[in-house]
């Protein structure tokens, strides 16, 4: 498709993280790159992002990764609730730090994706422009006419329109049991990260630059469901206003419009690829996960990273499709194995009954006696990983020049 007179070229569907973090790699690696994204601009969302130490050394490769631990607004000592405020575990960044070799930052998701967009080739960002098809040998139909590719990045998300063509069988994203809210508001004086689980609920605070904090809670309820006013506050003053301090403050200074509310899917059942010919799929498009472990943005980082290391700008002789053969014989393992991990912490979260819940609640306190540590255990084998050495990484630990 491309000219032996100019670099081969890349067309990634989708400028969420993980599609902005891929079209990096490529460009490094010398393909000419050109991102579609739907939406008419890069709107900021209100929402936090945890990137924990496997993402920020997919983030080193990509040149960005000092900026995002820039971001990071707390050191010290945080841990889990139960919803009268009574410690049931404790741990601290330090304490991950060590363990995985760096620590977890949380960041602005629209912090994230503008230091990442600011790392694309000029002109390569094309907003406003839908993709109503994709044909694996790299033709990509948009409302605007049709734009040829010697590789298609598919990273449109759970509900991927990619994915749903090139493996139509498949049963896609399941409803995971519990819906969530997001909300970025003023930081309350002294507010420490955390997590309270009551019977079926879940909240989480963590604090961001800006004298602001990223809050996040969860519910077992129906799909589909919005509060009756519009007004999702309600919703969480119904749910958790009678917790702790300092969750009512933090609900009250929500101003209108600004809880994020979305049904949680995930993949239960893995892909049988994570590619057809020259499209790769990617991120939530190729293995959606509930949010327990804070893996799903992290995982479509190293996605992109590792994809931009096997995809050399060699399109002979199917060279392309061997990569991306190597690319789901990579990450398809590894992805099926956070997905499930993660949907058995989210399964703790959905416990409602009494007695479950006593007894999940004393095991923590039983494993923070032991150890405050060991409740970063569910992370081991997933944060302490390392990105390939590639040409673009300096001394094959990950660390960009």
């Given at each position: 498709m491309?000219?032996t007179?100019?670099?081969?070229?890349?067309?990634?569907?989708?400028?969420?993280?993980g599609g902005?973090?891929?079209?990096?790699?490529?460009?490094?690696?010398?393909?000419?790159?050109?991102?579609?994204?739907?939406?008419?601009?890069?709107?900021?969302?209100?929402?936090?992002?945890?990137?924990?130490?496997?993402?920020?050394?997919?983030?080193?490769?990509?040149?960005?990764?000092?900026?995002?631990?820039?971001?990071?607004?707390?050191?010290?000592?945080?841990?889990?609730?139960?919803?009268?405020?009574?410690?049931?575990?404790?741990?601290?960044?330090?304490?991950a730090?060590?363990r995985?070799?760096?620590p977890?930052?949380?960041?602005?998701?629209?912090?994230?994706?503008?230091?990442?967009?600011?790392?694309?080739?000029?002109?390569?960002?094309?907003?406003?422009?839908?993709?109503?098809?994709?044909?694996?040998?790299?033709?990509?139909?948009?409302?605007?006419?049709?734009?040829?590719?010697?590789?298609?990045?598919?990273?449109?998300?759970?509900?991927?329109p990619?994915?749903?063509?090139?493996?139509?069988?498949?049963?896609g994203?399941?409803?995971?049991?519990?819906?969530?809210?997001?909300?970025?508001?003023?930081?309350?004086?002294?507010?420490?990260?955390?997590?309270?689980?009551?019977?079926?609920?879940?909240w989480?605070?963590?604090?961001?630059?800006?004298?602001?904090?990223?809050?996040?809670?969860?519910?077992?309820?129906?799909?589909?469901?919005?509060?009756p006013?519009?007004d999702?506050?309600?919703?969480?003053?119904?749910?958790?206003?009678?917790w702790?301090?300092?969750?009512?403050?933090?609900?009250?200074?929500?101003?209108?419009?600004?809880?994020?509310?979305?049904?949680?899917?995930?993949?239960a059942?893995?892909?049988?690829?994570?590619?057809?010919?020259?499209?790769?799929?990617?991120?939530?498009?190729?293995h959606?996960m509930?949010?327990?472990?804070?893996?799903?943005?992290?995982?479509a980082?190293?996605?992109?990273?590792?994809?931009?290391?096997?995809?050399?700008?060699?399109?002979?002789?199917?060279?392309?499709?061997h990569a991306?053969?190597a690319?789901?014989?990579?990450?398809?393992?590894?992805?099926?194995?956070?997905?499930?991990?993660?949907?058995?912490?989210?399964?703790?979260?959905?416990?409602?009954?009494?007695?479950?819940?006593?007894?999940?609640?004393?095991?923590?306190?039983a494993?923070?006696?032991?150890?405050?540590?060991?409740?970063?255990?569910?992370?081991?084998?997933?944060?302490?990983?390392?990105?390939?050495?590639?040409?673009?990484?300096?001394?094959?630990?990950?660390?960009?020049?």
């Amino acid at each position: 498709m491309t000219s032996t007179s100019e670099p081969p070229h890349a067309v990634v569907v989708g400028a969420g993280i993980g599609g902005l973090a891929a079209a990096v790699g490529l460009g490094r690696r010398g393909w000419r790159v050109t991102v579609l994204e739907q939406a008419a601009a890069l709107e900021p969302v209100g929402a936090g992002i945890g990137i924990a130490p496997n993402a920020l050394r997919a983030l080193d490769v990509l040149g960005a990764g000092d900026a995002v631990r820039a971001l990071g607004a707390f050191q010290g000592e945080g841990g889990l609730h139960r919803p009268d405020g009574r410690w049931l575990s404790r741990t601290s960044n330090e304490a991950a730090a060590e363990r995985f070799g760096g620590p977890v930052v949380v960041a602005h998701r629209a912090e994230l994706v503008a230091l990442l967009s600011g790392l694309l080739p000029d002109g390569a960002l094309r907003t406003g422009t839908r993709v109503v098809s994709v044909a694996p040998d790299g033709r990509v139909g948009t409302e605007d006419g049709r734009v040829d590719a010697d590789l298609v990045v598919a990273a449109d998300g759970i509900h991927s329109p990619v994915r749903s063509a090139l493996f139509p069988a498949h049963p896609g994203p399941a409803y995971a049991g519990f819906t969530s809210w997001r909300m970025v508001v003023p930081a309350p004086e002294g507010c420490v990260p955390h997590e309270t689980w009551g019977r079926g609920r879940l909240w989480g605070t963590v604090p961001l630059t800006g004298d602001r904090v990223y809050c996040y809670a969860t519910a077992v309820t129906p799909p589909g469901g919005r509060a009756p006013d519009g007004d999702e506050r309600g919703e969480l003053r119904r749910l958790f206003g009678d917790w702790h301090h300092p969750l009512p403050e933090l609900i009250a200074s929500a101003g209108p419009g600004a809880v994020l509310r979305n049904d949680v899917h995930h993949l239960a059942r893995p892909l049988p690829a994570f590619h057809h010919g020259r499209i790769a799929l990617l991120g939530d498009a190729a293995h959606a996960m509930t949010p327990n472990l804070g893996q799903g943005g992290c995982q479509a980082l190293e996605d992109a990273v590792v994809l931009a290391h096997l995809a050399a700008p060699d399109t002979r002789d199917g060279a392309v499709e061997h990569a991306l053969a190597a690319y789901t014989a990579q990450r398809l393992p590894r992805t099926s194995g956070v997905v499930r991990r993660s949907r058995s912490i989210g399964r703790l979260t959905t416990w409602s009954s009494r007695p479950a819940v006593a007894v999940r609640d004393a095991l923590f306190a039983a494993v923070n006696r032991v150890g405050p540590r060991l409740v970063l255990r569910s992370l081991d084998g997933i944060a302490d990983w390392r990105p390939p050495a590639a040409p673009y990484a300096a001394d094959g630990t990950g660390r960009a020049p």
